[in-house]
């Protein structure tokens, strides 16, 4: 008997015919991982079950490369290509807060050149 989950696999819902020889697979994403038991999991399968197998198959994280954006030399046009590539929005409040954190980088240096001379 197979058992296919597409996601985290609920150890309380398991239904399992007594000695019976089962299969547990589920698709998890990358991410998520570390939230199984597995061994939970085979545990309380054989309560009823005589043999468990688990399959586990774990979904990469999708990641997309910004192409260019190694070129750019600001932040913001940094921030505007990467939103761009992977179709996120960026509030002004994002905005406002990077124009912030430059600033005081800037202030930063300033006062640390100056102390060094």
């Not at 000695?19 to 939970?40: G, L, M, P, Q, W």
């Not at 190694?70 to 996120?88: I, N, P, R, V, Y």
Request: some cysteine; proline content about 3%; charged content about 35%.
């Amino acid at each position: 008997m197979t058992l296919d989950f597409d996601g985290v696999p609920d150890v309380r819902s398991l239904q399992v015919p007594e000695h019976s020889c089962v299969r547990i697979r589920y698709k998890i994403a990358e991410e998520d991982v570390h939230t199984i038991d597995e061994n939970a999991l085979k545990q309380e399968a054989l309560k009823k079950a005589s043999e468990v197998k688990i399959e586990k198959t774990v979904v990469p994280k999708e990641r997309i490369r910004a192409e260019g954006i190694s070129l750019l030399t600001s932040h913001e046009q940094k921030l505007k290509k990467w939103a761009e590539t992977t179709g996120t929005e960026i509030s002004e409040d994002v905005l406002e807060k990077l124009h912030q954190l430059e600033d005081e980088n800037q202030a930063q240096d300033e006062k640390a050149a100056l102390s060094l001379a």
